[in-house]
């Protein structure tokens, strides 16, 4: 493909955000921001794994995935989930296109076969790689990466949500592996100024967390 970033679909993103601002997946919180893990300070937090509990959500969800790949991967072969969170969305996705389903671990085990990727996958396969979340892009690229190195050939990453930074954008031209989303941080937030749950004075604070998220709260 030409286009490294794939455009969202404004409807699609547009309900995707509904349902995880509906369902607490994602929450805004401007005022008090949340730590994670490496100390950034962030007025969003996402946990897409609440999805697989919401059979309206997590199909939708994985309808989403399926349009998006017939329309731009008609000849897609398999579905690899990123563990953890992309997994049971890549077994939905699979189901409903009737292919081949493989997940990729974080790492190789230590034991037995000491697998990285697990399922079967054919020296050049075609492969859309499924993850529930892009920040910066590093773990979705290893993945596809891994599927690359595996003999297989990744097509693409397809993501639930993308905080889109300029970061990830930048890591996956670099690597040239086209990546796309269901939905985004600017579809969230144009969905959460309508529905109230932010204010119209917290815009611009949160539009620059997404622009630069290490200098956010300073």
């Known amino acids: 493909m030409s286009t490294i970033t794939i455009p969202t679909r404004p409807q699609l993103a547009a309900q995707i955000a509904t349902d995880l601002l509906r369902i607490n997946a994602v929450a805004l919180r401007p005022d008090q921001p949340f730590t994670w893990t490496s100390g950034l300070k962030s007025p969003i937090y996402c946990d897409n794994r609440l999805t697989i509990s919401y059979p309206d959500v ?13 329309e731009l991967h ?5 579905i690899a989930g990123a563990a953890t969170g992309g997994i049971p969305h890549a077994a939905f996705v699979a189901q409903k296109l009737g292919l081949p389903m493989i997940y990729v671990r974080d790492k190789a085990k230590g034991h037995g076969k000491e697998n990285l990727i697990e399922g079967m996958l054919l020296k050049g396969q075609k492969t859309v790689v499924i993850e529930d979340l892009i920040s ?9 990466q891994a599927v690359n190195e ?3 050939q990744a097509l693409s990453v397809l993501a639930i949500f ?10 996956f ?10 939905t985004n941080y600017s579809s969230l937030l144009d969905v959460a100024l309508q529905q109230g749950s932010i204010q119209e004075k917290d815009l611009s604070a949160l539009k620059a967390w997404s622009a630069s998220p290490s200098e956010y709260g300073k």
């Open 58 to 70: 997590r199909d939708r969800i994985a309808e989403g995935f399926v349009s998006l790949i017939r």
């Open 74 to 78: 008609p000849d897609a072969e398999v």
């Open 136 to 144: 910066t892009g590093g773990s979705s690229l290893k993945v596809a």
């Open 150 to 152: 595996a003999g297989g």
């Open 162 to 171: 993308s905080y889109q930074f300029q970061k990830a954008k930048e890591a």
């Open 173 to 182: 031209e670099g690597a040239g592996i086209p990546y796309g989303t269901l």
